[in-house]
């Protein structure tokens, strides 16, 4: 295997990352949806939680697109 293939190979694999992210996202807010549901007096104390899982699920995914871009552009 030549080293661009190798190279776009890696973008590609650091390229599902944000799509997985997006399903972490979904996770966070189905979970925090589905609590908030069975008691909702306590959804108030948990939305600072909500969006510390948010952004770092959106921060991983951010990652793995910089590494992506960086191994198809920079390397």
Known sequence: MDAEAAKL???GLAALG???ASIG???VFA????GALRNP???DGQQGR???GFAGAELLGLLSFVV????????
């Open 9 to 11: 190979l890696g973008a």
């Open 18 to 20: 944000a799509g997985l």
């Open 25 to 27: 996202v979904g996770n």
């Open 31 to 34: 979970k925090f949806l589905e």
């Open 41 to 43: 007096g306590a959804a």
């Open 50 to 52: 909500l969006f510390i």
């Open 68 to 75: 992506a871009m960086i191994l198809i552009f920079v390397a």
